[in-house]
């Protein structure tokens, strides 16, 4: 069965050390061309110059060549500002844009949205191409007079239009009528290997969102996260997955337009201290993201415009299409996080992407909430029927869409994973030897794979934006400069939705509610925004967003992560898109020169989380463990362990000042995910944390306790009976002895360790509240050790 499968596959990668996987790399990866699958097609444009090149290319496609020719007219003073908008939206009355901002001048916004047109299609006809090749033939340079001119033969516009269009349609779905996964599928059989499938108003929605930001010049917030197969853990750089590819070739068409888009790419490798059932329940999918979910607004963000979950089944068809049904619980875990999602921002609101369907139909019609779910244009990518035919592929579709008969030659990990650790370098001496590539996991999703759901992503962005485009141009010719107020303000549109959500009852949409039965989650977390802080990375403003912010200066650890060295990795050869075959990046004209698949290195950007201020209410409630009161003296000795620091917040900049420790063993990697945490033991005494605004009554902590690898049983076993744990609220200690901590510890999902500290259900009152957690009675060193990984709150 695919379960027993996927259970030898993991006792296989436990059986390997790192220098095993390393010398089997060597060996096997030093008889392949991974980059032309053995076999040269020929380029159809070799025998053209640099320039004769460039020039061809910008004649069928056109490029960027906008200016703003008044720039020295423009208000010197800011205008687009909360202040003056009178509301924290940015949504600017239309009296209030100043005669001379851009947004007024017509004869700059119309030339501003014709070039932005071109380019976003332009940027929609490099995907594609990337999967389709030029469609050029004869390429020849011919006399021209004196000079030269280049003629070349093109295959019919008309057909890769057509082409185009069924590789990435997205088809938009009246949920009024379609009730069901089931009458889904009748209504948009293809739906999984095409685009995906929306709503015509949701998709109204993210154009008004991206209307909005190219109105104010703003930031455009995408937060990506899944399972790690998904986020491109397990054989894959950062630069590789779903997410990095995304961000790659949109961030700098985006910046043309006046926005500065945000990638977060917030996931966690897969856990090595798991049993082999644990994992797979984890691969059933659902279930990654909510060590996460129960501190949504600081984690992912409170800024966030769009959010596409994909922590599906890991366990799905042989060409990369997981399973998109969930379980009860995950269906339950995924409302939750939809919810909280939602809630999340005060200005901000995410179009949903993924999850499960009857959840998404729900909020879609009780709550205005604009979903939808994703394809991976896999319709659209030519069959690799047998080697010679792969090699008369553009390099992207070898080896992507394959029949039957070839996928056990398709899945070969040399035409799927593609990685090198390591380029050396004189500024950087190495502590520890480096592995040739980065070890392959068996259900890991390969690059190919990734790069197609991230162009999929990608060219479904851009449809949105030259929608929203094209829109603003049809209203301004009819009704003038600026565009009327009613075609981007946000403000009416986030409340409506955010007041829905939290009206949603157990009635409408029973599925979060349902998570008190099943993991003990109060009812009213499904309607209320929850906080948190974590040591795990990547998340939102990381300085910010630590367990270690909660802490006094006297208590934060002393040491921290120090990076091996800082800065861009040099260009890496797996990064090179080879000779002969087509940049996305080049045809839309957003580099000067075909250059690596990578971004250089940006300002980071991150969200905003605002702490509140300790008040010292004190709060006396009942509880069925022991409590007394003490003052309670803040321990010292804590340490920061197994983190990455607080460079990583997602986008693929941040990798320039994330992990690189001096004992990784694979440096270029560039993925951020580590699972720190705040750890002590007895002698550590009390850990205080402050800053922790309930406005619910809420508060749990996400524990691990002993070693990393023990399971419940082996840390029953392991801990003495002497074993206390202490947590106090203000003053007021619960003890809880061993027997006691091990019921009151639950396990959500298998990784969790969620300890609730206050849960008062009858109170409604914003308050201030000091946590304080601390063993006793375990001397021992590592059984007896423990760390706070995450803080939530509500």
């Known amino acids: 069965s695919a379960i027993g499968l996927l259970f030898f596959a993991f006792l296989c990668m436990m059986t390997f050390t790192e220098n095993d996987v390393s010398a089997w790399h060597r060996t096997f990866f030093s008889h392949t061309n991974w980059k032309s699958g053995g076999g040269r097609k020929q380029d159809p444009l070799s025998k053209l110059s640099s320039d004769q090149r460039q020039s061809l290319l910008k004649e069928i496609y056109g490029s960027w060549n906008f200016y703003d020719g008044s720039a020295e007219d423009r208000p010197k003073e800011p205008y687009m500002t909360v202040a003056n908008a009178g509301n924290p939206y940015l949504d600017l009355p239309e009296v209030k844009f100043p005669l001379e901002s851009w947004q007024a001048d017509a004869v700059y916004a119309n030339h501003f949205l014709d070039a932005a047109i071109k380019l976003v299609r332009r940027g929609q006809q490099a995907i594609f191409t990337t999967y389709h090749g030029y469609g050029l033939s004869d390429v020849r340079v011919v006399k021209d007079g004196d000079g030269e001119k280049v003629e070349y033969d093109m295959e019919n516009e008309d057909d890769r239009i057509t082409q185009r269009l069924t590789m990435f349609h997205l088809e938009e779905i009246d949920l009024s009528t379609v009730t069901s996964a089931k009458e889904l599928q009748s209504a948009a059989p293809s739906w999984q290997k095409a685009g995906g499938w929306t709503t015509p108003r949701s998709f109204d929605g993210l154009e008004r969102r991206l209307t909005h930001a190219m109105t104010t010049n703003s930031d455009f917030v995408v937060v990506i996260t899944g399972s790690w197969q998904s986020m491109g853990y397990g054989g894959n750089h950062a630069s590789q997955s779903m997410a990095g590819v995304f961000e790659t070739v949109l961030k700098g068409l985006f910046e043309k337009l006046g926005v500065n888009l945000v990638v977060r790419a917030i996931g966690l490798p897969p856990p090595h201290d798991l049993s082999i059932e644990n994992l797979a329940t984890l691969s059933d999918g659902g279930k990654s993201t909510l060590v996460h979910t129960l501190g949504w607004s600081s984690i992912y963000g409170s800024d966030v415009d769009m959010v596409v979950w994909d922590d599906y089944s890991a366990i799905g068809d042989d060409d990369g299409e997981s399973a998109h049904d969930l379980d009860e619980l995950s269906t339950q875990l995924f409302d939750l996080f939809a919810r909280q999602a939602l809630l999340s921002g005060t200005t901000s609101l995410p179009f949903i992407w993924g999850g499960d369907f009857d959840v998404l139909r729900n909020l879609h019609e009780h709550a205005d909430v604009d979903v939808g779910q994703l394809g991976n244009g896999l319709v659209g990518v030519q069959e690799t029927t047998s080697e010679k035919t792969a090699h008369d592929l553009p390099w992207a579709a070898q080896y992507l869409n394959c029949p039957e008969d070839m996928q056990n030659k398709c899945q070969q990990e040399e035409y799927q994973f593609a990685s090198q ?259 002590g033991n007895e002698t550590t005494k009390w850990l205080v944390l402050h800053g922790i605004r309930t406005e619910n009554s809420y508060v749990a902590l996400n524990l691990e306790i002993g070693g990393r690898e023990q399971t419940r049983r082996e840390l029953q076993e392991s801990l003495p009976d002497t074993f206390v744990f202490e947590y106090a609220i203000e003053g007021a200690i619960t003890t809880l002895e061993k027997t006691q901590l091990l019921e009151k510890l639950k396990e959500p999902v298998p990784g969790m360790g969620l300890l609730v500290v206050f849960d008062h259900d009858e109170s409604s009152e914003a308050k201030d509240v000091v946590v304080s957690v601390r063993v006793r009675g375990c001397a021992d060193e590592v059984d007896c050790q423990f760390a706070v990984t995450h803080v939530y709150w509500s």
């Not at 400069?481 to 549109?493: I, R, S």
């Not at 120090?562 to 990046?585: H, K, T, W």
């Open 421 to 679: 650790c390591w380029i050396d370098r004189s500024d950087v001496t190495l502590p520890a030897p480096q592995l040739d590539h980065i070890p392959i996991i068996h259900t890991a999703i390969g690059w190919r794979m990734q790069q197609l759901k991230g162009y999929t992503l990608a060219y479904i962005f851009l449809r949105a934006t030259l929608d929203a485009l094209e829109q603003w141009s049809e209203i301004t010719i009819a009704q003038g400069f600026p565009l009327p107020d009613e075609y981007w303000h946000m403000g009416d549109y986030i409340k409506n939705v955010q007041e829905k959500v939290k009206a949603l009852d157990e009635a409408a949409a029973p599925h979060c509610f349902q998570l008190q039965e099943k993991i003990n989650l109060p009812k009213r977390l499904c309607q209320h925004r929850m906080q948190g802080r974590t040591e795990f990375t990547p998340r939102a403003n990381p300085a910010e967003t630590s367990v270690r912010a909660l802490l006094d200066p006297t208590q934060v650890p002393k040491t921290k992560p120090q990076l091996l060295y800082e800065g861009d990795d040099l260009e890496n050869p797996i990064s090179e898109i080879p000779r002969g075959e087509v940049d996305a990046l080049e045809i839309s004209d957003l580099q000067g020169k075909r250059r690596r698949r990578q971004l250089s290195q940006r300002a980071r950007n991150s969200t905003s989380t605002g702490r509140a201020e300790n008040d010292d209410i004190y709060n006396n409630f009942k509880a069925r463990y022991r409590r007394r009161t003490y003052a309670i003296e803040p321990g010292d000795g804590w340490q920061l362990l197994h983190s990455y620091g607080d460079g990583c917040d997602g986008s693929l900049s941040s990798s320039s000042t994330c992990g690189r420790l001096s004992s990784s063993s694979c440096l270029m990697e560039g993925h951020q995910g580590s699972r720190g945490g705040i750890w």
